[in-house]
């Protein structure tokens, strides 16, 4: 067991709980009775679930055969093998690390006097231990074996008073933990996946080919498919196993019980009842369902009802309600609509389940009385037995049964929670048959049924199968809606009651230079009145008024020496309110109100007086000098202690002295730990890991630590790598990082240009073949690395390798790279620094720069933690936004788009500060197209389009036909006219554009020489025209052009015009005749 570890936090945490429930237990209680408690397990191939072995799992994770554990008042002792007792030693070790834990005390078996010694030490602490006469046990837990049975003879030979804390212990153990729920919800995904994937294709396929397959058959061929990574993705199939074997029953033999075996009948095509529950790390979970082949209408009323109720009990079983009261729920309800079912339904609707698949003591019938607690998972069945078919002249379907039930998880203030949510309505599980005559007919009318067309003589289909397809874009938008909806809800819910601006200001640190006036240095400088650097206490003591003024280095922002003719001066600038401060300094004072020295000169003659040995000014160069060196050391302690500033301490890390534990070797690391790289070890221990440098350099990353690991192989890429991103910062190279990565190159990263390359030199070929067998030699080696890593770890470490096909490139930081899902991540690793962000943390993600023209977009990834700003990435080609979308809708993560780039400091700020009113206001919905169309809609109105003929425009027509001149208004048609024209042109070939053009030139040369000719008498002309121009160009509604001709007189307007600018412009009367022909065309 030396390659094992134990989860400590879990230990004590759960050891706390333990403890904690006893010590409040009244003395009418059966924990409040019992003086001490022993768990004693033995090996029994034949056992599967017992209470001792489940409390020995729910502590450590594992099974410890042979193993004694006394649970006394002050100390806990184990009894064990030597390595067992190796294994148990890393909570021993760490105990320190927690409070209110009593003494863990390690006992050793000595095998050469049957443990006698070692018997009588546990008697002698049962006995110290409060009272002493009574003794808490799991009375059904009877191991057997000698060592077990001598310890039951001397257990019995000191008559202690015996009592059974089965129940107790199971409430104790019953709430799970986050840990916990997670082990389930995969349990409950191996068992959807079993029965969706598997065994309901099997059945569908046996109707389908009307086949005789006993249920035994059936069932055995589940368990094989537990193993078959075809239908069981996401987790480690080693630590699967099932709860009991598949219970697969049909024509009219039906017990709806977990004990009965499947028996070797032939699958009957009527109502088949199924049940099956896979475990997964020792955490259970099941699933019961019941699949109807032709039911009647009296059948699917009855099996509707059963839904219904299940639906009923599923809402009452919430925190702090009795289980009996949820039993007496399904009981009125049945009362009320269907009395007669009272007497054919189940004796209880379920179970508390976890690590044992069936809690006898928390049982939701008529005599269970204790309260359901938020994080237990139940295992809810419910079903009518014994119900009669009319209709059915087949004595097999003449009675049958209805049975349904899922594994639900407790809330607190809301109905349960089902883990395993596969759809059980009539129209999922209804199986319906066809003839060749019907399914003719259909094909004729092509009517819309629910009974779906099949192949074959007896044909059958469900009706999900050949539902109406709807576009992929479609699915995402009702998808999308419905995410907005739940989105809204959960994020205020979590925000409820948290308060706005309550984030503590940083306060700048204060310094005190001396505590007393008797550390004040006496040295002559300092009588002298002059400027003293006094390095031990990183203070400067200045003159001020005839007095010594110690100012500590951190009060001081900057200083600045100038020399100036016969002078030299210095400036010293201090921190004080309202000066700009760095971004790592404190933005408050202790006392703002004080009074603050805001900077101070000094200034020295630079002539040295006879007798002088040095210029008076030589005191002030080296008080500078000195000043920057006492500011550098301080500035540099003070960022390392920043550095320091929430760092977490790890535990130690377990050395395992094995020589077979999972190492890699000639690995680089990044973050380099020195400036220069260097090469070393990555070693996989009890508790961790730890990288050594060739040079000694040790880094331990512990695998509590450990947020996502990842393997990404040397597909498509120069390196392999393994990254570890972290919960908590560590330390090394004085700095804190999260992120963690050992690599090693495949190829050359750099190609000599300079170096002859021939595609059929030997020489390059034979490199080539070598580079791709290091590759695979690398790849299996990094693979088997990270097997043995998650097996010794019992997938505790469990690495994620990124999907390169579902990849895109983006810009996260400065260069663009390729960014890959993960199954809970969108990263990339490749690039320093690593782009990772965890799914499971994002609320929703928004597209920036969406729109038609443009090349790429950017993607906003908003946190559900507010206070943290969103990761970006920058210029994500436009091609892969489906792609991209697709992705985010397969991962339940709701995504907006829009045309600007947001302000998300701001907006987040506004949330925090007052959430509840932001989600009044429909919260994140502001982003959702819909908004943002129904303001431009609004404005819309406002713009409406007015026609010619109305009479508004009309009364404009006639205000500025009567304030123009016909000069004025000859030339805005001309205008017109040309503007006219040259959005006509743009239909135009390039050759037809490239003629007018020549022709245009030709006419401006000809126009140049006319200009020459008569420049004076044309000029005011020019500028006449130049003026028309000008208003055809800015009057693009009638009022304007009122407005602009007003403004300014025509004779002014002429002569500031014709400055230069008319020279260039067509004679008045050429430009009189092209508008005159225009207007005979």
Same mark, same amino acid.
């Given at each position: 067991?030396?390659?094992?570890?134990?989860?400590?936090?879990?230990?004590?945490?759960?050891?706390?709980?333990?403890?904690?429930?006893?010590?409040?237990?009244?003395?009418?209680?059966?924990?409040?009775?019992?003086?001490?408690?022993?768990?004693?397990?033995?090996?029994?191939?034949?056992?599967?679930?017992?209470?001792?072995?489940?409390?020995?799992?729910?502590?450590?994770?594992?099974?410890?055969?042979?193993?004694?554990?006394?649970?006394?008042?002050?100390?806990?002792?184990?009894?064990?093998?030597?390595?067992?007792?190796?294994?148990?030693?890393?909570?021993?070790?760490?105990?320190?690390?927690?409070?209110?834990?009593?003494?863990?005390?390690?006992?050793?078996?000595?095998?050469?006097?049957?443990?006698?010694?070692?018997?009588?030490?546990?008697?002698?602490?049962?006995?110290?231990?409060?009272?002493?006469?009574?003794?808490?046990?799991?009375?059904?837990?009877?191991?057997?074996?000698?060592?077990?049975?001598?310890?039951?003879?001397?257990?019995?030979?000191?008559?202690?008073?015996?009592?059974?804390?089965?129940?107790?212990?199971?409430?104790?153990?019953?709430?799970?933990?986050?840990?916990?729920?997670?082990?389930?919800?995969?349990?409950?995904?191996?068992?959807?996946?079993?029965?969706?994937?598997?065994?309901?294709?099997?059945?569908?396929? #046996?109707?389908?080919?009307?086949?005789?397959?006993?249920?035994?058959?059936?069932?055995?061929?589940?368990?094989?498919?537990?193993?078959?990574?075809?239908?069981?993705? /996401?987790?480690? *199939?080693?630590?699967?196993?099932?709860?009991?074997?598949?219970?697969?029953?049909?024509?009219?033999?039906?017990?709806?019980?977990?004990?009965?075996?499947?028996?070797?009948?032939?699958?009957?095509?009527?109502? #088949? *009842?199924?049940?099956?529950?896979?475990?997964?790390?020792?955490?259970?979970?099941?699933?019961?369902?019941?699949?109807?082949?032709?039911?009647?209408?009296?059948?699917?009323?009855?099996?509707?009802?059963?839904?219904?109720?299940?639906?009923?009990?599923?809402?009452?079983?919430?925190?702090?309600?009795?289980?009996?009261?949820?039993?007496?729920?399904?009981?009125?309800?049945?009362?009320?609509?269907?009395?007669?079912?009272? !007497?054919?339904?189940?004796?209880?609707?379920?179970?508390?389940?976890?690590?044992?698949?069936?809690?006898?003591?928390?049982?939701?019938?008529?005599?269970? *009385?204790?309260?359901?607690?938020?994080?237990?998972?139940?295992?809810?069945?419910?079903?009518?037995?014994?119900?009669?078919?009319?209709?059915?002249?087949?004595?097999?379907?003449?009675?049958?049964?209805?049975?349904?039930?899922?594994?639900?998880?407790?809330?607190?203030?809301?109905?349960?929670?089902?883990?395993?949510?596969?759809?059980?309505?009539?129209?999922?599980?209804?199986?319906?048959?066809?003839?060749?005559?019907?399914?003719?007919?259909?094909?004729?009318?092509?009517?819309?049924?629910?009974?779906?067309?099949?192949?074959?003589?007896?044909?059958?289909?469900?009706?999900?199968?050949?539902?109406?397809?709807?576009?992929?874009?479609?699915?995402?938008?009702?998808?999308?809606?419905?995410?907005?909806?739940?989105?809204?809800?959960?994020?205020?819910?979590?925000?409820?009651?948290?308060?706005?601006?309550?984030?503590?200001?940083?306060?700048?640190?204060?310094?005190?230079?001396?505590?007393?006036?008797?550390?004040?240095?006496?040295?002559?400088?300092?009588?002298?009145?002059?400027?003293?650097?006094?390095?031990?206490?990183?203070?400067?003591?200045?003159?001020?008024?005839?007095?010594?003024?110690?100012?500590?280095?951190?009060?001081?922002?900057?200083?600045?020496?100038?020399?100036? /003719?016969?002078?030299?001066?210095?400036? #010293?600038?201090?921190?004080?309110?309202?000066?700009?401060?760095?971004?790592?300094?404190?933005?408050?004072?202790?006392?703002?109100?004080?009074?603050?020295?805001?900077?101070?000169?000094?200034?020295?003659?630079?002539?040295?007086?006879?007798?002088?040995?040095?210029?008076?000014?030589?005191?002030?160069?080296?008080?500078?000098?000195?000043?920057?060196?006492?500011?550098?050391? =301080?500035?540099?302690?003070?960022?390392?202690?920043?550095?320091?500033? /929430?760092?977490?301490?790890?535990?130690?890390?377990?050395?395992?002295?094995?020589?077979?534990?999972?190492?890699?070797?000639?690995?680089?690391?990044?973050?380099?730990?020195?400036?220069?790289?260097?090469?070393? *070890?990555?070693?996989?221990?009890?508790?961790?890991?730890?990288?050594?440098?060739?040079?000694? !350099?040790?880094? !331990?990353?512990?695998?509590?630590?450990?947020?996502?690991?990842?393997?990404?192989?040397?597909?498509?890429?120069?390196?392999?790598?393994?990254?570890?991103?972290?919960?908590?910062?560590?330390? =090394?190279?004085?700095?804190?990082?999260?992120?963690?990565?050992?690599?090693?190159?495949?190829?050359?990263?750099?190609?000599?240009?300079?170096?002859?390359?021939?595609?059929?030199?030997?020489?390059?070929?034979?490199?080539?073949?070598?580079?791709?067998?290091?590759?695979?030699?690398?790849?299996?080696?990094?693979?088997?690395?990270?097997?043995?890593?998650?097996? #010794?770890?019992?997938?505790?470490?469990?690495?994620?390798?990124?999907?390169?096909?579902?990849?895109?490139?983006?810009?996260?930081?400065?260069?663009?790279?390729?960014?890959?899902?993960?199954?809970?991540?969108?990263?990339?690793?490749?690039?320093?620094?690593?782009?990772?962000?965890?799914?499971?943390?994002?609320?929703?993600?928004?597209?920036?720069?969406?729109?038609?023209?443009?090349?790429?977009?950017?993607?906003? =990834?908003?946190?559900?933690?507010?206070?943290?700003?969103?990761?970006?990435?920058?210029?994500?080609?436009?091609?892969?936004?489906?792609?991209?979308?697709?992705?985010?809708?397969?991962?339940?993560?709701?995504?907006?788009?829009?045309?600007?780039?947001?302000?998300?400091?701001?907006?987040?700020?506004?949330?925090?500060?007052?959430?509840?009113?932001?989600?009044?206001?429909?919260?994140?919905? =502001?982003?959702?197209?819909?908004?943002?169309?129904?303001?431009?809609?609004?404005?819309?109105?406002?713009?409406?389009?007015?026609?010619?003929?109305?009479?508004?425009?009309?009364?404009?027509?006639?205000?500025?036909?009567?304030?123009?001149?016909?000069?004025?208004?000859?030339?805005?048609?001309?205008?017109?006219?040309?503007?006219?024209?040259?959005?006509?042109?743009?239909?135009?070939?390039?050759?037809?554009?490239?003629?007018?053009?020549?022709?245009?030139?030709?006419?401006?040369?000809?126009?140049?020489?006319?200009?020459?000719?008569?420049?004076?008498?044309?000029?005011?002309?020019?500028?006449?025209?130049?003026?028309?121009?000008?208003?055809?160009?800015?009057?693009?509604?009638?009022?304007?052009?009122?407005?602009?001709?007003?403004?300014?007189?025509?004779?002014?307007?002429?002569?500031?015009?014709?400055?230069?600018?008319?020279?260039?412009?067509?004679?008045?009367?050429?430009?009189?005749?092209?508008?005159?022909?225009?207007?005979?065309?």
């Amino acid at each position: 067991m030396s390659g094992l570890s134990v989860d400590k936090d879990a230990f004590y945490r759960r050891i706390k709980r333990y403890y904690s429930s006893w010590k409040k237990a009244d003395e009418e209680d059966v924990l409040g009775k019992m003086d001490a408690m022993v768990v004693a397990v033995g090996v029994d191939e034949d056992v599967v679930y017992s209470k001792s072995m489940a409390m020995q799992t729910w502590l450590f994770g594992y099974e410890l055969t042979d193993c004694i554990i006394v649970f006394c008042e002050d100390g806990m002792y184990f009894l064990a093998s030597k390595k067992k007792i190796e294994f148990l030693r890393q909570v021993e070790n760490g105990k320190e690390n927690d409070h209110g834990i009593p003494s863990i005390n390690l006992v050793i078996r000595d095998k050469n006097d049957k443990d006698k010694g070692n018997f009588q030490k546990l008697m002698d602490a049962i006995k110290s231990s409060k009272k002493g006469k009574t003794v808490g046990e799991f009375s059904k837990d009877k191991f057997p074996g000698d060592f077990m049975t001598a310890w039951r003879t001397v257990l019995d030979k000191e008559s202690f008073e015996k009592i059974d804390v089965s129940g107790p212990l199971a409430y104790v153990m019953a709430p799970k933990e986050e840990s916990e729920m997670k082990t389930i919800q995969k349990a409950s995904q191996v068992t959807m996946d079993l029965f969706n994937k598997y065994l309901k294709q099997q059945i569908l396929d #046996i109707i389908d080919t009307d086949r005789r397959v006993k249920h035994s058959k059936l069932a055995d061929g589940v368990e094989e498919a537990l193993q078959n990574k075809k239908y069981v993705t /996401g987790v480690d *199939t080693s630590q699967l196993d099932m709860c009991y074997p598949a219970i697969i029953q049909s024509g009219g033999n039906y017990s709806l019980k977990f004990s009965v075996v499947s028996d070797k009948n032939s699958l009957h095509f009527g109502a #088949i *009842t199924i049940a099956l529950g896979a475990r997964y790390k020792s955490y259970c979970s099941n699933i019961v369902r019941t699949l109807l082949v032709e039911p009647t209408e009296d059948i699917q009323n009855n099996y509707n009802f059963l839904v219904e109720l299940e639906e009923s009990v599923i809402t009452k079983l919430q925190h702090g309600v009795k289980l009996c009261d949820v039993y007496q729920k399904a009981v009125s309800v049945v009362k009320a609509e269907k009395p007669k079912f009272l !007497d054919k339904m189940t004796k209880n609707l379920g179970f508390a389940m976890g690590i044992e698949f069936r809690e006898g003591s928390l049982l939701i019938g008529p005599k269970t *009385t204790v309260q359901a607690r938020k994080g237990m998972v139940f295992n809810i069945n419910l079903g009518f037995s014994g119900l009669e078919n009319k209709a059915s002249k087949d004595k097999a379907d003449k009675t049958y049964a209805l049975f349904i039930g899922d594994t639900v998880q407790v809330n607190e203030g809301s109905a349960a929670t089902v883990l395993t949510s596969l759809k059980k309505k009539v129209k999922h599980i209804g199986i319906f048959l066809k003839n060749e005559s019907e399914q003719d007919e259909e094909e004729e009318e092509k009517e819309e049924a629910p009974i779906l067309l099949g192949r074959g003589r007896r044909t059958t289909v469900l009706e999900s199968r050949t539902r109406t397809e709807i576009s992929a874009e479609e699915k995402r938008q009702n998808k999308q809606k419905e995410l907005a909806e739940k989105l809204n809800e959960e994020a205020k819910e979590r925000l409820k009651g948290q308060t706005g601006g309550t984030e503590e200001k940083k306060i700048r640190k204060s310094n005190v230079s001396y505590k007393n006036k008797s550390l004040m240095p006496q040295q002559s400088e300092v009588k002298e009145l002059r400027i003293y650097v006094d390095k031990k206490y990183e203070t400067i003591i200045l003159p001020i008024f005839g007095v010594p003024s110690p100012f500590h280095i951190s009060t001081i922002k900057n200083i600045s020496q100038s020399v100036e /003719g016969d002078y030299t001066y210095l400036r #010293i600038n201090f921190y004080h309110p309202g000066s700009s401060l760095g971004r790592n300094e404190g933005g408050v004072f202790l006392q703002p109100d004080a009074t603050f020295l805001k900077e101070i000169t000094y200034r020295s003659s630079n002539t040295k007086e006879p007798g002088e040995i040095s210029a008076p000014s030589s005191n002030l160069n080296t008080a500078f000098r000195l000043i920057k060196e006492v500011q550098k050391k =301080f500035k540099t302690r003070e960022a390392e202690e920043r550095e320091k500033e /929430g760092i977490v301490k790890q535990d130690t890390l377990v050395i395992n002295a094995n020589r077979g534990n999972p190492k890699l070797k000639d690995l680089y690391m990044r973050p380099n730990i020195v400036q220069k790289r260097i090469s070393g *070890t990555l070693e996989a221990h009890t508790n961790g890991f730890r990288f050594t440098s060739i040079r000694g !350099d040790k880094v !331990d990353i512990l695998y509590n630590n450990i947020k996502h690991a990842f393997f990404q192989p040397c597909d498509g890429e120069m390196i392999i790598l393994l990254h570890f991103h972290l919960k908590h910062a560590i330390m =090394f190279g004085k700095k804190k990082h999260n992120d963690v990565q050992l690599y090693t190159e495949v190829g050359e990263i750099t190609t000599d240009l300079g170096k002859h390359q021939h595609m059929h030199d030997r020489d390059d070929l034979h490199a080539e073949q070598a580079e791709r067998e290091l590759r695979q030699k690398l790849k299996s080696a990094f693979k088997s690395f990270c097997e043995k890593v998650e097996a #010794i770890t019992r997938s505790e470490v469990e690495f994620d390798t990124p999907f390169r096909d579902l990849g895109f490139y983006g810009v996260p930081y400065r260069s663009t790279v390729m960014l890959q899902p993960s199954s809970g991540c969108l990263l990339n690793l490749t690039e320093w620094p690593p782009f990772v962000v965890t799914l499971e943390e994002v609320e929703l993600v928004h597209f920036e720069r969406v729109q038609f023209h443009l090349k790429n977009f950017d993607m906003v =990834f908003i946190y559900k933690e507010y206070s943290r700003k969103p990761a970006m990435v920058n210029s994500i080609p436009m091609n892969s936004l489906d792609n991209v979308k697709e992705w985010l809708n397969s991962c339940d993560i709701h995504y907006t788009e829009g045309v600007q780039s947001l302000n998300w400091a701001k907006i987040l700020k506004t949330i925090v500060e007052d959430p509840e009113g932001f989600f009044d206001n429909g919260g994140w919905s =502001f982003l959702e197209p819909e908004s943002a169309s129904e303001g431009d809609d609004d404005d819309s109105e406002e713009d409406a389009y007015v026609p010619s003929g109305s009479d508004a425009s009309e009364s404009e027509s006639e205000d500025y036909s009567d304030e123009s001149n016909w000069s004025d208004e000859e030339e805005d048609s001309e205008e017109v006219d040309e503007d006219l024209g040259s959005s006509e042109e743009s239909g135009k070939d390039w050759d037809e554009l490239e003629e007018e053009a020549r022709k245009a030139d030709a006419e401006a040369v000809y126009e140049q020489d006319d200009d020459r000719r008569g420049r004076t008498g044309r000029q005011t002309v020019s500028s006449s025209k130049k003026h028309g121009t000008q208003k055809s160009r800015h009057g693009s509604t009638p009022q304007k052009r009122k407005h602009s001709d007003k403004g300014t007189p025509n004779k002014k307007r002429s002569r500031h015009d014709s400055g230069g600018r008319g020279d260039n412009k067509r004679p008045r009367h050429d430009s009189g005749d092209r508008h005159s022909k225009k207007k005979r065309r």
